[in-house]
T-cell receptor, first 115, second 114 residues
């Protein structure tokens, strides 16, 4: 079974600075998707960024980018120019290509942004 | 498009009562997923349904929990004889059929069992 590990339960960053959130996963599959979701206090799950495992190029979405290391099974999220609105819980998630399309989530990491 | 609608937003039940959680998927979405989030935890998959069919219920507790997605109307997650350990946030997500491009999550229902 696939597992997702987020080893840092909390992090903080100064506004306008850069922070990196780490995530590792375990799988025997060769093709899959990886995601980062943001959950603010409103509880809404918001997709931040996704990465297909077959793509070597790291995904980017504005201030958010990933460092995908397939061999190391590592998938970190970098947030540049941090803003107060980035404060939230961040969850890393894994999805297999076939089957029931379910996601396996890590336990999450609480990000605090200091003004 | 109103997105994935879940209601109620908050639900309080006494031990032994039944809880019914509703999820209306996005317009045009025929796949529904239910996840549970315990305090200080990530989301855990419960069940995946398509219209009138349960596709994968491998994450559902064996007793007291059931789910349906009828031809007409919302998907329902039903918890019978609730216990304190059922207190959690329950999230619904939907996706269209065809090539999978990701979920859209609802805002969740927070169930509190007193």
């Amino acid at each position: 079974a696939q597992t997702v590990t987020q080893s840092q339960p909390e992090m903080s960053v100064q506004e306008a600075e850069t922070v990196t959130l780490s995530c590792t996963y375990d799988t025997s599959e060769s093709d899959y998707y990886l995601f980062w979701y943001k959950q603010p206090p409103s509880r809404q799950m918001i997709l931040v960024i996704r990465q297909e495992a077959y793509k070597q190029q790291n995904a980017t979405e504005n201030r958010f980018s990933v460092n995908f290391q397939k061999a190391a099974k590592s998938f970190s999220l970098k947030i540049s120019d941090s803003q107060l609105g980035d404060a939230a819980m961040y969850f890393c998630a894994y999805r297999t290509q076939g089957g029931s399309e379910k996601l396996v989530f890590g336990k999450g990491m609480k990000l605090t942004v200091n003004p | 498009n109103a997105g994935v609608m879940q209601n109620p937003r908050h639900l309080v039940r006494r031990r032994g009562q039944e809880a019914r959680l509703r999820c209306s998927p996005m317009k045009g979405h025929s796949h529904v997923y239910w996840y549970r989030q315990l305090p200080e935890e990530g989301l855990k998959f419960m069940v995946y349904l398509q219209k009138e069919n349960i596709i994968d219920e491998s994450g559902m507790p064996k007793e007291r929990f059931s789910a349906e997605f009828p031809k007409e109307g919302p998907s329902i997650l039903r918890i019978q004889q609730v216990v304190r350990g059922d207190s959690a946030a329950y999230f619904c997500a939907s996706s269209p059929s065809g090539v999978w491009r990701g979920y859209t999550f609802g805002s969740g229902t927070r169930l509190t069992v007193v």
